[in-house]
T-cell receptor, first 115, second 114 residues
Framework: KAGVTQTPRYLIKTRGQQVTLSCSPI?????VSWYQQTPGQGLQFLFE???????NKGNFPGRFSGRQFSNSRSEMNVSTLELGDSALYLC??????????????FGPGTRLTVT | AQSVSQHNHHVILSEAASLELGCNYS??????LFWYVQYPGQHLQLLLK??????LVKGIKGFEAEFIKSKFSFNLRKPSVQWSDTAEYFC????????????FGGGTRVLVKP
């Protein structure tokens, strides 16, 4: 079974621009979560999508948004990029049975550098 | 809000030494617990998980962890490490009331010297 895939793997953007990152979950997984990994803050939860609905949200500003499509693929968007948004953005997928959490499987991440 | 702390930021061991990494969490409700590993240049991989039942769980590559509810701890152990265990290890907690939100510890970098 193919793992979680993320595109692009590397991205360089300029302050003020916006960026869209893509994630394809493991086949059959309906939950997709996004995390930000930085040396200073570690791994922080951004949001989770399940059946095209945002089910959970972390403490990030509204510049960070996401969506999920009917095939469970997800995108996250960051608008008005700041230097501090430079990070590894990780996507994780899970079977996520209703009422029960299951383990999450992570993709390789998208390395975003904001200059 | 839940939080997770990992006691050691860096650990250096020789091959065949035993490894124990500490993890404590703060949350009063029911939790699911995980250890993930990130090998150099690779993505996060699940080492082991605890949802319920036997508090001693075994994972891949000879790792095990023990959930001690009274101490809010989920320490990771391996009796004899190999050079290939060099990696960063993350403890993560998922409060059952918080959906699929994982809260991670700060990570422990483990260096195994050959």
């Amino acid at each position: 079974k193919a793992g979680v895939t993320q595109t692009p793997r590397y991205l360089i953007k300029t302050r003020g621009q916006q960026v869209t990152l893509s994630c394809s979950p493991i086949s059959g997984h309906r939950s997709v979560s996004w995390y930000q990994q930085t040396p200073g803050q570690g791994l922080q939860f951004l949001f989770e999508y399940f059946s095209e609905t945002q089910r959970n949200k972390g403490n990030f500003p509204g510049r960070f948004s996401g969506r999920q499509f009917s095939n469970s693929r997800s995108e996250m968007n960051v608008s008005t990029l700041e230097l501090g948004d430079s990070a590894l953005y990780l996507c994780a997928s899970s079977l996520a049975v209703i009422g029960r959490q299951l383990e999450q499987y992570f993709g390789p991440g998208t390395r975003l550098t904001v200059t | 809000a839940q939080s997770v702390s990992q006691h050691n930021h860096h650990v250096i061991l020789s091959e065949a030494a035993s490894l124990e990494l500490g993890c404590n969490y703060s949350y009063g409700g029911t939790v699911n617990l995980f250890w993930y590993v990130q090998y150099p240049g690779q993505h996060l991989q699940l080492l082991l998980k605890y949802f319920s039942g036997d508090p001693l769980v075994k994972g891949i590559k000879g790792f095990e962890a023990e959930f001690i509810k009274s101490k809010f701890s989920f320490n990771l152990r391996k009796p004899s490490v190999q050079w290939s265990d060099t990696a960063e290890y993350f403890c993560a907690v998922n409060a059952q009331a918080a959906g699929n939100k994982l809260t991670f510890g700060g990570g422990t970098r483990v260096l195994v010297k050959p």
